[in-house]
C-alpha cells in the first residue's frame, strides 16, 4: 500500500504561524504543501538583493510595488517567498491581502547556494502560476537567467545574460537595464 502525503494549505500553513507553531523568525515557505527550509542569507546575496530594490524602486516609482522577500500566493498548497519581485502598483502596498501570481510582472531569486533549487523546484511552480517573467541571478557565474512566457508549466524562452547585456522586463519594456548596473564587479 502506498502511503499518503497529507499536503498543508496556505490558510493551514498561516494558521501554524498564528498560533506559533512556525516562529516569526523562521525563515520556511510553502511549496506543494510542505514547509521547507530556506538557506541562510550571506553577505553577496543580501548585497545584490538590496542592490536590485535600490535600483528598481528609483526606476519603477510607483508604477510598480517592490516587494522584498515576502510571500506570494502560486495557489492553494504553495507560498514561496522570492527575493524580489515587481508588482501591480496599490496605494495599499497588498495590506488588506498577499499577492497572488496575477499581480507579478516579475519575480527575482537571487541564487548563491540556491542555483538548482530555485531552477528546478521554484522556476516550475511559478510556470504553473503563468508568473509572466523571472530572473534569477546566479552571483556565482556574474550573470542573470532570464524565463519568459509560461505555457502548461514551462518556460518557452530562456536566455542567459552577463555583463554588458541590456533587458527591458516584459512590463516595463521602455525602461532598458543595462546589466553591469545590477551585476558586481570582483
Not at 511552480?125 to 541571478?137: C, D, K, Q
Not at 505555457?151 to 527591458?168: A, P
Request: net charge negative.
Amino acid at each position: 500500500m502506498a502511503l499518503k502525503v497529507r499536503q498543508l494549505t496556505v490558510d493551514e500553513y498561516h494558521r501554524m504561524a498564528e498560533v506559533g507553531i512556525l516562529h516569526p523568525d523562521e525563515r520556511v515557505e510553502l511549496l506543494d504543501g510542505k514547509i521547507l527550509k530556506m538557506s541562510p542569507i550571506g553577505a553577496r546575496h543580501a548585497a545584490y538583493v538590496n542592490r536590485i530594490v535600490k535600483l528598481f524602486l528609483r526606476w519603477f516609482d510607483s508604477r510598480a510595488s517592490v516587494s522584498v522577500q515576502n510571500p506570494i500566493i502560486l495557489n492553494e498548497f504553495s507560498e514561496p517567498q522570492p527575493d524580489v519581485m515587481l508588482l501591480r502598483f496599490r496605494e495599499n502596498e497588498y495590506y488588506d491581502a498577499l499577492p497572488t501570481a496575477l499581480d507579478v510582472y516579475l519575480v527575482v531569486e537571487v541564487a548563491e547556494s540556491t542555483l538548482e533549487f530555485d531552477r528546478s523546484e521554484k522556476l516550475p511552480r511559478y510556470a504553473l502560476a503563468e508568473i509572466p517573467e523571472v530572473w534569477i541571478v546566479d552571483t556565482n557565474a556574474d550573470r542573470i537567467e532570464v524565463y519568459r512566457n509560461p505555457v502548461e508549466g514551462k518556460y518557452q524562452s530562456s536566455q542567459i545574460l552577463k555583463r554588458g547585456d541590456r533587458i527591458s522586463i516584459l512590463a516595463f519594456s521602455n525602461r532598458e537595464i543595462e546589466l553591469n548596473t545590477l551585476l558586481f564587479e570582483e
